[in-house]
């Protein structure tokens, strides 16, 4: 039988491990609060972007020889997967689902017969992927989001996917990360982005004037719209990060405050288990007299 | 009062701006352009320079824009920027340090994209310094 100093180090040990988690959740609960008014903030932006190049892509219908980015190299042979995690854990299921999905992707890919190229943005991505897939690891990006998501990070990336693509390295690009729903529900999503999935063409009644010229402008607004698609994503999956941290640290203080009930009920159990054998011993004792 | 026409001014970070205006003046590539209601539509991008907003007769605000695009059609202007600052907000000082910044990187670039990279941000900063000289 454990002895009661034995109880009051563990209790003392989940008291502390307690206080850290719920330091953690407070912390993450305050960083949710920022990290979703950012994604709400890149919203418009993105929003008012993919009408934009639906008008456009409407007046680009019927005929051949768009920019390749729109319309796709016509191969689906070689595929890369843009997996985005997070860069530390201690978040419940927030990378495992993440990687979960990008595992079934990459397998179902492999047994079509394609290629698969992966990216890794963030750490727990690649340190995952590399254990299966090492091969299959192009480039990761693991020092991002340190403090806070700044666009120009996401245009890092987009510069790399944009180089490979031109290179010829890849025919379609899927990105996978977690759309964030509430606090408590994050999805892990699949999302095509090269070539750019050509949204449905709004109203094509009206024929736009351009300036320079439309070849021109998608030349620019195709680049540019990868970026703010990446860019959207790392913000909802820092908002789903801080949320999937916030709803395991407050389950992990739950079960902390739990068990030092259960192990203060068990300490005071054995106290007086204690006291009472000692009064019996003595009790007798003083009868045998 | 006059017609108006909506505008819609948004940057990656958020929604600067969204009104019913008079008229308002952009940057096109090709030379700055002034939109009333009715305009034709048009896309256009945008190089550095002042975004003017006209209400009841007269510039009611300005906005420094780095670049993006611009779509005029039949429910209003929309604007992207990458980047945008109210001219209040910007200084000669704030724009000389840019340039200087821009001005070393371009002299550290190596590689032709990093070459375009730092002549662009050059080419910002010399219209921030323009825009800001005029205003102040």
Known sequence: MPSLKDFRVRIASVQSTKKITSAMKMVAASKLRRAQEAAEAARPYAERMEKMLGNLAGSFKGQAGGPKMMAGTGKDDVHLVVVMTANRGLCGGFNSNIIRLARQTIRELKDKGKTVKVLCVGRKGRDNLRRDFKDLIVDSFTEFGRKTIAFVEAEQVAVKITEMFDAGQFDVCTMIYSRFKSA?????TKQQIVPFPAPEAGNAAAPYDYEPSD??????????NLAIQLFRSMLENAASFYGAQMTAMDNATRNAGDMIGGLTLKYNRTRQAMITKELIEIISGAEAV | MADTLQLELVSPERLLLSEPVEMVTVPGTDGYFGVLPKHA????????????????????????VAGGFAEVNASGVTVLVDEALPVAEISKS??????????????KAATDEDKRK????????????????RAN
Do not use: C, H, W
């Open chain 2, 118 to 133: 730092a002549g662009l941000a050059l080419r910002i900063a010399e219209e921030m310094a323009a825009v800001a000289s």
């Open chain 2, 41 to 64: 539509p048009v896309i256009s991008t945008l190089r550095p320079g002042l975004i003017e907003v006209y209400k009841d007769g007269s510039v009611t605000q300005q906005y420094f």
């Open chain 1, 184 to 188: 408590l529900t994050q999805t892990p």
């Open chain 1, 215 to 224: 070849n021109e402008i998608l030349q620019d607004l195709l680049p540019r």
């Open chain 2, 94 to 107: 704030k724009a000389d340090e840019r340039r200087a910044a821009a001005q070393e990187q371009l002299d």
